[in-house]
């Protein structure tokens, strides 16, 4: 389908690529943690699952609503270091540093000052989160304005950051092994040190290493005082109502929201499954199980699904490339069933070269798309609001993931899981495992009729594209020309 080669001007250098991957690492190590550790709360700390659920709703929620507000921010910033890597350094440390405080819990304290700790923490984690996330993706929609190579970047960010789902995994394990730990909770405090210094230097490497954007027209941009507060809450509503007109970028956050929360909502069931069901919740003779099944797939996205969504999205396009991953990982959940059988554990690993393709060509294509679907909106509006799209696609990610997380604490409740004894009935296992199976596969249906009528195609990006040069010129990054 390619027919139009990539400029040398428009390629994104090597080191840049990989400074936005350390970047995309950290933003998906913070999520990939935080899934083992919550289990650490219901497991170890005795949390009701509900509870549980809702710790990992709440903040989200907040989250998400503060998302739209960074991303007009930082569209509108105007500084000598740029609109985005002052705010992506601020955030790294902000939520680096909360989150080893929010995971200094002991279970000598209530269940209830355990939860409101972690709740009011949370809270400061997720605004550091989202001043670090919104403008990172911001700026990795700027990089380049080429339709393929745009790919490419995300291609190498999600490699990047499938690292964190591949190591994620083992902290079970390391938070669980009491040759190294007294118990869970004290794993989860040291261990949480760790991670959330590892984050914060992660994070901070785009903040000097990358180049943004230079504005095209900066008079469009908005004055950030308290004497414009007014005007600019004006300009904030009306920058949302522009956003949420655009129907190729609805297109694009309704598919993702339907993929992502069937996902996450079944994210921590295989932990449970493996446990519960192949072991009969006996964690010490599950071992590391439920670690290689997240590190295996996790290398499955990296290795197989990402270059392959690139190829299949260059030479198809990218909207039928997202409905042959989705069809593909539709197959893999199916597949489950057989994978999880006691009698032969290795075969757990079977599904994964399927499933995989769910999340894999989820963000590869969607992050890419929502680059192209930016410069639409620029021809439209004459504005450059990479944030913006970044934050509303983000808030409804978070969206999604907080009522995922809610739901999954009262899938587990309805189901019949029972958190105060180790071996569960054969019906908790069968509802649990057919959930496991069916959440996804029917919110992946719904996602590909969402995107059948997607049009940004590769041709009319590049009239777009052409559109824009001729109204105002090729756009620079900070460097070029000086």
Not at 144 to 152: A, F, I, L
Request: with cysteine; hydrophobic share 50%; net charge positive.
């Amino acid at each position: 389908m390619t027919a139009y080669k990539t400029a040398q001007e428009d390629r994104v250098p090597l080191g840049q690529k990989l400074a936005f991957g350390s970047g995309q690492l950290a933003n998906q190590l913070f999520p990939a943690a935080l899934g083992v550790f919550m289990v650490v709360l219901v497991m170890s700390l005795g949390m009701n699952p509900v509870l549980a659920g809702l710790l990992g709703a709440l903040p989200r929620l907040l989250d998400a609503l503060t998302d739209p507000i960074m991303g007009f921010i930082s569209d509108n910033t105007k500084s000598k270091w740029g609109r985005r890597r002052p705010y992506i350094l601020a955030g790294s440390i902000i939520s680096g540093v909360s989150y080893m405080i929010m995971w200094q819990l002991n279970p000598e304290n209530s269940e209830l000052y355990n939860f409101f700790y972690f709740l009011i923490v949370s809270i400061f984690f997720y605004i550091g989160y989202t001043i670090f996330a919104t403008p990172l993706i911001g700026l990795g929609y700027e990089m380049t304005p080429d339709y393929n190579e745009r790919t490419r970047l995300m291609a190498v960010g999600q490699f990047m950051g499938q690292i964190a789902w591949m190591i994620a995994p083992w902290f079970w394990v390391i938070i669980y092994n009491e040759s190294i730990f007294d118990s869970a909770p004290e794993g989860a405090r040291i261990l949480a040190v760790w991670v959330g210094a590892l984050c914060m230097v992660l994070g901070a490497l785009p903040a000097f290493f990358n180049r943004e954007m230079v504005v095209p027209d900066k008079d469009k941009m908005k004055t950030l005082s308290r004497n414009e507060l007014a005007a600019n809450t004006l300009e904030f509503i009306k920058g949302i109502k522009l956003t949420i007109k655009n129907k190729p970028f609805i297109k694009l956050c309704g598919a993702t929201f339907f993929i992502f929360n069937g996902f996450q909502t079944i994210a921590q069931f295989a932990f449970f499954i493996i446990v519960y069901y192949l072991f009969n919740g006996d964690t010490a003779a599950a071992g590391g199980w439920p670690a290689w099944f997240g590190t295996v797939s996790a290398f499955a996205t990296a290795f197989l699904v990402i270059p392959i969504v690139t190829k299949l999205s260059e030479k198809f396009g990218k909207k039928n490339a997202f409905i042959i991953a989705t069809l593909l990982s539709m197959i893999g959940y199916g597949l489950k069933w057989w994978g999880f059988n006691p009698d032969n554990y290795w075969l757990m690993f079977m599904p994964i070269p399927f499933l995989s393709f769910g999340i894999g060509g989820l963000f590869t294509l969607m992050m890419s798309m929502t680059a192209d679907v930016c410069d639409l909106d620029e021809l439209n509006n004459g504005e450059r609001r990479e944030a913006m799209f970044g934050a509303i696609y983000w808030w409804m990610v978070k969206l999604g993931t907080a009522l995922a997380m809610l739901t999954s604490g009262v899938v587990l409740h309805l189901v019949g899981f029972n958190e105060e004894v180790k071996v569960q009935t054969v019906q908790t296992i069968t509802n649990l495992r057919i959930a496991d199976i069916m959440i996804p596969i029917v919110t992946a249906v719904i996602a590909i009729l969402i995107m059948w009528k997607y049009d940004v195609t590769e041709e009319k990006a590049n009239k777009i594209r052409r559109a824009l040069i001729a109204r105002r010129g090729k756009v620079q990054h900070q460097g070029e020309n000086e």
